[in-house]
């Protein structure tokens, strides 16, 4: 029996794209017989891994508990854990769902499934973050081991590092092999092509289209494999925006005396502390009779610099917005401009210049986490199998992608914010 239902997450994949993916070969003959979206609307903030949370919660950040990619941790300013570890979801998830039915899941690179023990194949998206670790023992320590050795044995060689497209191409092989010699009823998959490439290159780089044809071969790979009674969902989680400049709030603490750090660039104490979202950033203030303050010297910051800084709101109006509300204050980027957490910048304000792209730490030319009410910056939703009514459905949300994948589970997800998309469906 092949796997019957297949999750796959094309990560920065935006609703615009369907421009052209609608003129290559795999996708154009999978989108004639796909009910799809091109308007959803992510989440806040717009990054990965809050957004494949909420994917597969059907919830927003504030109630699934992962509102960042990165955990708030001082003393590793810069070199912050991510949030790899499935424990840190509040919520009931569409793995507990195949759970509860049943079904045998295989997760690639899904984020935030490290030490998953409800996922038979789990390959987790986890990296080596201390100095004597290595990614080997990592990967091996959170994910399924034996099935990890199998995939490293058959196609590792085919690895260089994490960097794309040879991940991803890497990836692909173990997915098809799975699918073929494992056989789990469910899989869920992410591509990061696409996002790398589009953080290195800009948007809309030639390179950008480049990682689109990459994923339309990979798309036609399923497409001659699967079955006629197979589900298929193929989605984005956020799309992204240019920028022309990094903006270092902890640089500029630093300067105005709100923060101390040693010289190797470490944090010794805070009063005020940013951090980064890429295009919001959550603000912690130690003392909370300062917020006003902080939030005035923000502004006048902000007016100083071109008015970088698009919005500032306490932490009750980002809860509301579905963002965390732990942070005494969030803020946002005016377009163009992002956040970055290191402390020793000399401007607080970079112009990105030629060459900083792999040269100069965290540095891209384009970058998402922004408010989804950022004009043309919308995500895309599909699905296609014997359950569904081929055509466009106008709009979405990402907290509906949930409750309308675990309905082809025959399942539902009872604390989801989403509901199922039943337009989609005979």
């Known amino acids: 029996m092949k796997p019957k239902l297949w999750i796959i997450s094309f990560d920065n994949l935006a609703g615009d794209d369907l421009n052209d993916l609608s003129g290559l070969p795999n996708f154009k003959r999978y989108l004639d017989r796909a009910g799809y979206c091109k308007h959803v609307t992510t989440i806040y903030p717009s990054v990965t891994y809050p957004a494949h949370t909420t994917i597969v919660t059907g919830q927003y950040p504030v109630h699934h508990g992962i509102t960042n990619n990165t955990l708030f941790q001082p003393k590793r300013l810069g070199a912050e854990d991510w949030n790899w570890k499935s424990r840190r979801i509040r919520s ?31 390959m987790p998206e986890i990296f080596a973050n201390r100095k004597w670790d290595n990614q080997i023992f990592t990967s091996l320590r959170n994910g399924s081991k034996l099935f990890q050795l199998w995939a490293f044995l058959r196609h590792g060689k085919e690895m260089d590092g994490i960097r794309q497209p040879a991940l991803d191409r890497f990836l692909h092989h173990v997915v098809m092999d799975t699918a073929k010699f494992k056989q ?26 480049e990682a689109l044809i990459r994923h339309d071969e990979r798309l036609g790979e399923i497409l001659d494999f699967i079955d006629e009674d197979t589900h298929l969902v193929v989605l984005g989680d956020h799309s992204s925006l240019d920028e022309h400049s990094a903006i270092y709030l902890n640089s500029w603490f630093r300067q105005e005396g709100l923060l101390t750090v040693r010289e190797d660039g470490s944090l010794l104490s ?18 909370k009779t300062r917020v006003p303050e902080i939030a005035a010297r923000l502004k006048a910051f902000s007016e100083a610099h071109d008015h970088c800084i698009q919005t500032i709101m306490n932490a009750a109006h980002a809860g509301s917005l579905g963002a965390g509300s732990d942070a005494e204050l969030m803020i946002e980027a005016k377009r163009g401009y992002y956040f970055l957490d290191e402390a020793m910048e000399k401007e ?9 792209v792999g040269t100069k730490p965290h540095i891209t030319l384009s970058t998402h986490g922004y408010s989804p009410e950022k004009s043309r910056y919308q995500t895309f939703f599909s699905v296609y199998g014997p359950k569904v009514r081929a055509g466009e459905v106008e709009s979405m949300r990402l907290i509906d992608d949930g409750p309308t994948i675990a309905y082809l589970m025959d399942g539902h997800l009872p604390e989801a914010d989403g509901v199922v998309i039943k337009e989609l469906f005979v």
């Open 270 to 287: 805070w009063e005020a502390l940013c951090h980064t979202c890429d295009g919001s950033a959550y603000i912690h203030v130690k003392d």
């Open 184 to 209: 789990p009823d469910v899989m869920f998959i992410h591509y990061v092509d696409l996002d790398s490439t589009r953080h290195i290159y800009g948007h809309s780089a030639p390179e950008a289209k």
């Open 92 to 122: 009931k998830t569409l793995f507990d769902v195949a759970h509860e039915k049943g079904l045998v899941t295989a997760s690639f690179l899904w984020p935030v499934m490290g030490g998953n023990r409800k996922i038979r194949y789990n």
């Open 348 to 356: 607080a304000v970079y112009r990105i210049q030629e060459g900083d």
